[in-house]
C-alpha cells in the first residue's frame, strides 16, 4: 500500500496513519500490506543501537534473525500485524540475546497493546470469553495475563507494611491450597503462597528481610496454629489479632454439636425431630429470627434446658465480641469462659479452652476492633474468578488471576475517547 504522490498536502500519509495506529514511541512504521491474514505493518525500532531483551542495556548486535509477525489490536474484524526481523545482540550481562522492541515484550508474539487489552477484559470477564473475543486460545489467555501481571504489578507492594492479614484459599481437591498475605491498608493482596503450612508463611516473612519485618506492627489471622508459629518465629514484635468470626465460629459449632447430641439422645421421635429442625433458630443472630425461629427458641426453653444453656453461652460470647469499651469486654469475655468452663457442655469446655489459649490475640481484636474480613471478602472474590476459570489446574495461573484482580493493577485499554453527543 504506497502513498499516492501528488495528493492534497492536508491527507495523512499512510505511514502515519498507522504509526498512530500502533501507538509506540521510539517505533518507525516503513511500510503497510494488505496480507489474505490481515494487515502488515512493516516497523524498525526508532533507536539505531539495539539493547538487551534480558537486561534492556544497550549492547552491540551483530546479526539478525527472521522476520516475525505480533498480533496487535485489530480494526473492527481486520486484523493487524507488526512484521520486522530482530537483531541479536550480545550482552555482557545476559551473552547473545535478541534485541528488546518497544512495541513488545521478549518473548511474546503480541504487543503491548494487546496483551494489556486481553488482561483488561480477563478482569471482568470468563478466560473463555475473552480468548472468544480476541481470537487466542484459551492458555494463551493465561500467558499473557501472567506477563501483564510481572509487568504491572507494583514493586513496592513490600515496603513499609503496618497491618497484614494472612487467610487460605482452597483451590483444588485434595488439600491444594493458597496462602494469601493482604495489606489491611490499601486493600490489596501483596503476596501469594502454594501451601498453608507455616513454612510457606515463612517464606513471605523472608522475603521482606529484617527491615521489613521490623515494620510490620500488627497481623490479623484465624485461628490456625501454624500461621501463628510462623508469626511468633519470624515478627516476634508484631501484634497478633485473632479474627472475631472465627472466635465465634466456635460457639456455633459447640452448639450445633449439642443440638446433635441431644437429638440422638431424644426418647420421643418427634421431639428429636423438632430439635433437628431448630439448628438455624439456634444460629442465627437475635436480629434475623423469625417468628418461626422465636417459638422454636421458647419450645427449647421450655423442655431442654441443656440445649437452651448452651445457646444463651453462644449469645454470651458474641455479646462479650460486640462490646466497644475495651475493658468491659474483656470482662465478659472472663466471665463466658469461666461459665463455659464450668457449663457440663463438652463442646463449649474445649471451646473455652481454645479462647484461653489465644486469649492474647483475642484481647487484641477488643482493642483494635481489626478483623480478617477483608481477607475473607477477597477469598469470596477468589472463588467467583475461579468459578470462572472453570477451576484451575496450577497455582501460578490461579496467583496471576488474584493479583490481577485483587492486586491493586489498573488498566487502561487502547479505546478511544467518547465523543459528546
Known sequence: MQDQPGGPTKTMRTTT???????????????VELEEKGVVMEVSPGNRRPRCGGCGKRAPGYDTGGVRDWRHLGIGSVRIWVRYAPRRVECAACGVRTERMPWAETGSMFTLAFEEMVAYLAQGTDQTKVAKLMGIAWQTVGSIVERVVARCLDPERLKGLRT?????FGYRKRHRYLTLV??????????????????????FFDLLGPEG?????????DLAGSYTKAIKESVPSATICYDRFHVQKLASEAVDEVRRAEVNQAEDAAVGQDLKHSRFALLRNPWNLTKKDSEKLSVIQATNLRLYRAYLLKEALRDSLDCLHPEKAMGKLRQWLAWASRSKLKPFVRAAKTVRKHLAGVAAYLLSRLTNGFTEGINNRIRVIARRAYGFHSAEALAAKIFLNCGGIQLEPALPSPTPV
Do not use: M, Y
Open 17 to 31: 496513519v498507522f504509526q498512530r495506529i500502533l501507538g509506540v514511541s521510539r517505533t518507525l512504521v516503513r511500510g
Open 164 to 168: 497484614i492479614g494472612v487467610d487460605e
Open 182 to 203: 493482604v495489606d489491611h491498608e490499601k486493600k490489596r493482596v501483596i503476596w501469594t503462597g502454594k501451601g498453608r503450612s507455616a513454612d510457606v508463611l515463612k517464606e
Open 213 to 221: 519485618r521490623q515494620s510490620i506492627a500488627t497481623v490479623t489471622v
